[in-house]
Protein backbone atom coordinates (compact mmCIF):
# COMPACT_ATOMS: atom_id res chain seq x y z
CA UNK A 1 0.00 0.00 0.00
CA UNK A 2 1.46 3.49 -0.96
CA UNK A 3 2.10 6.54 1.31
CA UNK A 4 -0.81 8.53 1.33
CA UNK A 5 -0.11 12.13 -0.40
CA UNK A 6 -0.25 15.11 2.69
CA UNK A 7 -0.06 18.19 0.98
CA UNK A 8 2.85 19.91 2.42
CA UNK A 9 2.60 24.14 2.99
CA UNK A 10 5.22 25.90 1.74
CA UNK A 11 6.28 29.16 2.61
CA UNK A 12 7.51 30.59 -0.85
CA UNK A 13 9.62 33.78 -1.35
CA UNK A 14 6.07 35.16 -3.28
CA UNK A 15 3.91 34.45 0.21
CA UNK A 16 6.72 36.32 2.12
CA UNK A 17 6.92 39.37 -0.36
CA UNK A 18 2.99 39.55 0.00
CA UNK A 19 3.04 39.90 3.80
CA UNK A 20 5.90 42.11 3.58
CA UNK A 21 4.71 44.65 1.04
CA UNK A 22 1.01 44.16 2.95
CA UNK A 23 2.65 45.25 6.10
CA UNK A 24 4.30 48.00 4.68
CA UNK A 25 1.93 49.38 3.00
CA UNK A 26 -0.38 49.40 6.45
CA UNK A 27 2.85 50.75 8.61
CA UNK A 28 2.48 53.69 6.20
CA UNK A 29 -1.33 54.04 6.12
CA UNK A 30 -1.32 54.19 10.19
CA UNK A 31 1.85 56.29 10.52
CA UNK A 32 0.28 58.86 7.52
CA UNK A 33 -3.38 59.22 9.09
CA UNK A 34 -2.37 59.14 12.75
CA UNK A 35 -2.14 63.41 12.47
CA UNK A 36 -5.20 63.34 10.92
CA UNK A 37 -7.18 61.73 14.37
CA UNK A 38 -5.77 65.19 15.73
CA UNK A 39 -8.14 66.93 13.79
CA UNK A 40 -10.67 64.69 13.90
CA UNK A 41 -10.66 64.35 18.02
CA UNK A 42 -9.20 67.87 19.12
CA UNK A 43 -7.57 67.65 22.47
CA UNK A 44 -9.10 70.19 24.41
CA UNK A 45 -6.26 72.53 25.32
CA UNK A 46 -4.81 72.16 28.86
CA UNK A 47 -6.49 74.12 31.60
CA UNK A 48 -9.52 75.32 29.40
CA UNK A 49 -13.27 73.79 29.89
CA UNK A 50 -16.34 73.73 28.05
CA UNK A 51 -19.63 74.83 30.02
CA UNK A 52 -22.66 76.99 30.57
CA UNK A 53 -21.47 80.10 31.91
CA UNK A 54 -24.36 81.96 33.92
CA UNK A 55 -24.60 85.90 32.53
CA UNK A 56 -26.56 88.68 33.93
CA UNK A 57 -28.42 90.54 31.61
CA UNK A 58 -29.71 94.11 32.44
CA UNK A 59 -33.22 93.47 32.16
CA UNK A 60 -35.25 90.27 32.19
CA UNK A 61 -36.18 88.76 28.41
CA UNK A 62 -39.84 88.57 29.12
CA UNK A 63 -39.73 92.93 29.88
CA UNK A 64 -37.56 93.69 26.60
CA UNK A 65 -39.94 95.70 24.30
CA UNK A 66 -39.65 94.53 20.39
CA UNK A 67 -36.64 96.31 18.63
CA UNK A 68 -34.37 96.30 21.57
CA UNK A 69 -30.94 94.40 22.37
CA UNK A 70 -29.09 93.83 25.90
CA UNK A 71 -25.40 93.92 25.76
CA UNK A 72 -23.36 91.46 27.83
CA UNK A 73 -19.78 90.57 28.45
CA UNK A 74 -18.14 87.53 29.54
CA UNK A 75 -16.88 87.23 33.00
CA UNK A 76 -13.45 87.57 33.98
CA UNK A 77 -13.19 85.87 36.90
CA UNK A 78 -12.42 83.20 36.03
CA UNK A 79 -11.43 84.45 32.67
CA UNK A 80 -14.36 83.12 29.95
CA UNK A 81 -15.28 83.45 26.51
CA UNK A 82 -18.36 82.29 24.83
CA UNK A 83 -18.03 80.17 21.76
CA UNK A 84 -19.63 80.87 18.63
CA UNK A 85 -22.69 78.65 17.33
CA UNK A 86 -22.33 79.27 13.73
CA UNK A 87 -20.79 82.14 11.83
CA UNK A 88 -19.65 83.30 8.49
CA UNK A 89 -16.94 86.06 6.57
CA UNK A 90 -15.02 86.23 9.89
CA UNK A 91 -16.94 84.38 12.55
CA UNK A 92 -17.11 80.56 12.57
CA UNK A 93 -18.60 77.72 14.72
CA UNK A 94 -16.34 77.17 17.34
CA UNK A 95 -14.61 80.51 17.87
CA UNK A 96 -14.66 82.36 20.98
CA UNK A 97 -16.72 85.56 21.89
CA UNK A 98 -15.97 87.97 24.81
CA UNK A 99 -19.49 89.96 24.84
CA UNK A 100 -22.83 89.18 23.13
CA UNK A 101 -26.50 91.14 22.74
CA UNK A 102 -29.78 89.20 23.66
CA UNK A 103 -31.80 90.57 20.52
CA UNK A 104 -35.70 90.82 20.23
CA UNK A 105 -36.36 91.96 16.57
CA UNK A 106 -39.47 94.02 15.98
CA UNK A 107 -41.58 90.68 15.42
CA UNK A 108 -40.73 89.21 19.24
CA UNK A 109 -38.04 86.39 18.78
CA UNK A 110 -35.33 86.27 20.79
CA UNK A 111 -32.04 85.91 19.82
CA UNK A 112 -28.79 85.48 21.16
CA UNK A 113 -25.56 86.65 19.14
CA UNK A 114 -21.81 87.01 19.31
CA UNK A 115 -20.50 90.37 19.92
CA UNK A 116 -18.37 90.53 16.94
CA UNK A 117 -18.57 91.93 13.28
CA UNK A 118 -18.39 89.31 10.97
CA UNK A 119 -16.91 91.47 8.61
CA UNK A 120 -13.30 91.60 10.31
CA UNK A 121 -14.52 91.11 13.43
CA UNK A 122 -14.99 94.62 15.54
CA UNK A 123 -18.05 94.51 18.45
CA UNK A 124 -21.21 95.39 17.05
CA UNK A 125 -22.93 98.13 19.16
CA UNK A 126 -26.97 98.63 19.45
CA UNK A 127 -28.57 101.75 17.79
CA UNK A 128 -31.80 102.57 19.88
CA UNK A 129 -32.41 105.14 16.93
CA UNK A 130 -32.61 102.76 14.06
CA UNK A 131 -33.35 99.31 16.18
CA UNK A 132 -30.04 97.76 14.46
CA UNK A 133 -26.75 96.46 15.74
CA UNK A 134 -23.69 98.88 13.87
CA UNK A 135 -20.30 98.34 13.68
CA UNK A 136 -17.66 101.35 13.90
CA UNK A 137 -15.28 99.75 12.12
CA UNK A 138 -16.40 100.16 8.43
CA UNK A 139 -20.00 100.77 8.97
CA UNK A 140 -21.85 97.41 8.39
CA UNK A 141 -25.09 97.43 10.21
CA UNK A 142 -27.35 94.52 11.25
CA UNK A 143 -31.10 94.13 11.65
CA UNK A 144 -31.72 92.47 15.51
CA UNK A 145 -32.56 89.34 13.60
CA UNK A 146 -28.92 89.17 12.82
CA UNK A 147 -29.58 89.18 8.80
CA UNK A 148 -27.25 91.94 7.37
CA UNK A 149 -29.06 95.46 6.77
CA UNK A 150 -25.69 97.48 5.02
CA UNK A 151 -22.49 96.00 3.91
CA UNK A 152 -19.28 95.88 3.80
CA UNK A 153 -20.07 92.33 5.89
CA UNK A 154 -22.04 89.87 3.79
CA UNK A 155 -23.13 87.09 6.67
CA UNK A 156 -25.49 87.57 9.27
CA UNK A 157 -24.30 87.73 13.50
CA UNK A 158 -23.05 84.47 14.54
CA UNK A 159 -25.43 83.29 16.93
CA UNK A 160 -24.80 82.11 20.90
CA UNK A 161 -26.45 78.75 22.53
CA UNK A 162 -27.99 80.10 25.18
CA UNK A 163 -31.22 79.05 27.90
CA UNK A 164 -32.83 80.93 30.46
CA UNK A 165 -31.59 81.10 33.62
CA UNK A 166 -32.55 80.22 37.38
CA UNK A 167 -33.65 84.15 37.38
CA UNK A 168 -35.62 86.50 34.57
CA UNK A 169 -32.54 88.51 34.73
CA UNK A 170 -29.86 85.55 34.03
CA UNK A 171 -28.80 83.44 30.67
CA UNK A 172 -27.06 80.58 30.12
CA UNK A 173 -24.66 80.51 27.38
CA UNK A 174 -22.06 77.89 25.86
CA UNK A 175 -18.96 78.88 26.39
CA UNK A 176 -15.51 78.17 27.96
CA UNK A 177 -13.29 78.90 31.00
CA UNK A 178 -10.14 80.00 29.55
CA UNK A 179 -7.94 79.67 32.97
CA UNK A 180 -5.89 82.58 32.59
S1 LIG B 1 -15.33 94.95 11.03
FE1 LIG B 1 -17.39 95.55 11.04
S2 LIG B 1 -17.62 96.58 9.17
FE2 LIG B 1 -15.60 95.93 9.14
Not at 22 to 29: D, I
Not at 137 to 144: A, D, K
Amino acid sequence: MGEAYAPRRVFTRRTFLGWWLASLLTATVLTGGAPLLIYLWPAPPKGQKKTSIAVSIQQAIDQMPSGTAVKFNSPTSPNSAFIMADGGGDNATGELAFGGFVSKDEAGKVQVFAQNCSHLGCSVAFNATDKTLDCPCHGSRFHLNGTVLHGPAVYPLAHLSWKQGDSPTTIQVEGIVLGF
